[in-house]
T-cell receptor, first 113, second 115 residues
């Protein structure tokens, strides 16, 4: 089955700096890669996703890049703000036929004011 | 739309007790999922369903059972609760109109403690 590894597990940045979180996946058949943000005590919420037919997608301060050859994808947050502090999870569609996602272990991002 | 709803929000069980975690969605989604999230960890898939009457095991199904008699509801049954089942449980759903439609919508979660 699919295996997703996520790094780093914790990340601290100064407000206004950029943050990058990286994930690798194992199943070359995976074709959908979402990123979820989870604030303390809340449910995971989708912030951005990318399909395997594109290499990059951007939404305001957030961008995701995908390298299918190397089987890795990354989340980039620019001009970080204190409200960006949360746990971020990457995921990959390990079994497209059943819309199943395999999640990474998460990155605790702390934006220091 | 209420989206995905879960009850209860919190529950404390004694070892050996049983309970059912309720999950419902009003978005007419075919796909539904149950995950558990242990402290500081990612989400692990317990069971999933691709439609009414169809369920299958995920990564960590032992100690759990599910049923899907309607499109809207997907309850998770814990039999003989054990401390290892202390976790936060999330239900999610997804629509299936096309090859690329994967977005999963999560419920608010149920925090379960087994003592």
């Amino acid at each position: 089955g699919e295996n997703v590894e996520q790094h780093p597990s914790t990340l601290s940045v100064q407000e206004g700096d950029s943050a990058v979180i990286k994930c690798t996946y194992s199943d070359s058949a995976s074709n959908y890669f979402p990123w979820y943000k989870q604030e303390l005590g809340k449910r995971p919420q989708l912030i951005i996703d990318i399909r395997s037919n594109v290499g990059e997608k951007k939404d305001q301060r957030i961008a995701v890049t995908l390298n299918k050859t190397a089987k890795h994808f990354s989340l980039h947050i620019t001009e970080t703000q204190p409200e960006d502090s949360a746990v971020y999870f990457c995921a990959a569609s390990g079994r497209p036929a059943v819309r199943q996602l395999t999640f990474g272990s998460g990155t605790q991002l702390t934006v220091l004011p | 739309n209420a989206g995905v709803t879960q009850t209860p929000k919190f529950r404390i069980l004694k070892i050996g007790q049983s309970m059912t975690l309720q999950c419902a969605q009003d978005m007419n989604h075919n796909y539904m999922y149950w995950y558990r999230q242990d402290p500081g960890m990612g989400l692990k898939l317990i069971y999933y369903s691709v439609g009414a009457g169809i369920t299958d095991k995920g990564e960590v199904p032992n100690g759990y059972n599910v049923s899907r008699s309607t499109t809207e509801d997907f309850p998770l049954r814990l039999e003989l609760a054990a401390p290892s089942q202390t976790s936060v449980y999330f239900c999610a759903s997804s629509y299936s109109t096309g090859v690329w439609d994967y977005e999963q919508y999560f419920g608010p979660g149920t925090r379960l403690t087994v003592t």
